[in-house]
Nanobody, 130 residues
Framework: QVQLVESGGGSVQAGGSLRLSCSASEGAATYYCMAWFRQAPGKEREGVAK???????TYAESVKGRFTISQDNTKNTAYLQMDSLDYEDTAMYYC????????????????????????WGQGTQVSVSS
């Protein structure tokens, strides 16, 4: 059972930056894709960024150019660098992993297929004040 632990959340003023980390208890054999999701009060959980083992990344339109996802496969850790934070970025941020495969090989599920992410962390709160 993969366990995910997020860290790095906190409170920041608009325009500021935070760096989130997500560490997985197990490595390459257990996941191919790591993603960040977020959920604001009263809103549905939404995908923010994802990265696969090859380093291919995908971002939600709302964070493109401001957020950067990266990973250190030697540490089974992914990072989310968040710059130019806005009040609308206030949310609980969750990391999740997927080990799904198809006939074509392993893949990173789309943000809309949250059920294909097998393991989830407990979340870390990000609060941005205007």
């Amino acid at each position: 059972q993969v366990q995910l632990v997020e860290s790095g959340g906190g409170s920041v003023q608009a325009g500021g930056s935070l760096r989130l980390s997500c560490s997985a208890s197990e490595g390459a054999a257990t996941y191919y894709c790591m993603a960040w999701f977020r959920q604001a009060p009263g809103k549905e959980r939404e995908g923010v960024a994802k990265i696969d083992r090859t380093g291919q990344t995908t971002y939600a339109e709302s964070v493109k150019g401001r957020f950067t996802i990266s990973q250190d496969n030697t540490k089974n850790t992914a990072y989310l660098q968040m710059d130019s934070l806005d009040y609308e970025d206030t949310a609980m941020y969750y990391c999740a992993t997927s080990a799904r495969t198809s006939l074509s090989g392993p893949y990173c599920p789309p943000f809309t297929s949250q059920g294909e992410f097998d393991h989830w962390g407990q979340g870390t709160q990000v609060s941005v004040s205007s």
